[in-house]
């Protein structure tokens, strides 16, 4: 299995962490919104594409909208030669109380149908639950 995962402690209220997870504003202040993506928040469903350099897409789709709980997207790139229902490569949050501590639990993958690629999506994963994981931490702790 090529999956890569991280659990964060998050001293906030599991609301604001949801909102830092769906909203599309926060979303935008951790990962990156594609312009063409007008929803002001994530459902069940909502799908974000982005325009790839060489032409070809890259998409998550919105597949499990637990509320507060747990939140889902599948990941697809259209220059790989499969079509999407071939793969299992997901973003998944879990929002865990655990001993009186609210843990942020994100999985990434599984990358293992890419083949010798999958290293390199192993590799880009832990660089993002490392930088995105620090940066939801840091929003949804942060005073408003």
Same mark, same amino acid.
């Given at each position: 299995?090529?999956?890569?995962?991280?659990?964060?402690?998050?001293?906030?209220?599991?609301?604001?962490?949801? &909102?830092? #997870?769906?909203?599309?504003?926060?979303?935008? *202040?951790?990962?990156?919104?594609?312009?063409?993506?007008?929803? +002001?928040? *994530? +459902? *069940?469903? +909502?799908? #974000?594409?982005?325009?790839?350099?060489?032409?070809?897409?890259?998409?998550?789709?919105?597949?499990?909208?637990?509320?507060?709980?747990? #939140?889902?997207?599948?990941?697809?790139?259209?220059?790989?030669?499969?079509?999407?229902?071939?793969?299992?490569?997901?973003?998944?949050?879990?929002?865990?109380?655990? /001993?009186? /501590?609210?843990?942020?639990?994100?999985?990434?993958?599984?990358? =293992?149908? #890419?083949?010798?690629?999958?290293?390199?999506?192993?590799?880009? +994963? =832990?660089?993002?639950? &490392?930088?995105?994981?620090?940066?939801?931490? =840091?929003?949804? =702790?942060?005073?408003?």
């Amino acid at each position: 299995m090529n999956t890569v995962e991280r659990d964060i402690p998050i001293d906030a209220p599991v609301e604001k962490i949801w &909102q830092v #997870l769906t909203d599309a504003a926060y979303i935008n *202040l951790w990962d990156d919104v594609p312009g063409s993506f007008t929803d +002001s928040k *994530l +459902s *069940l469903g +909502s799908k #974000l594409v982005w325009d790839l350099e060489d032409g070809h897409q890259s998409s998550i789709t919105v597949t499990v909208f637990e509320p507060e709980s747990e #939140l889902r997207t599948d990941l697809y790139v259209t220059r790989w030669p499969s079509p999407p229902s071939a793969y299992d490569i997901a973003y998944h949050y879990r929002i865990i109380n655990r /001993q009186n /501590q609210t843990v942020l639990k994100i999985t990434v993958g599984d990358f =293992e149908a #890419l083949g010798d690629k999958a290293t390199n999506y192993v590799e880009a +994963s =832990e660089e993002f639950l &490392q930088a995105a994981g620090d940066k939801i931490k =840091e929003l949804a =702790e942060a005073r408003a």
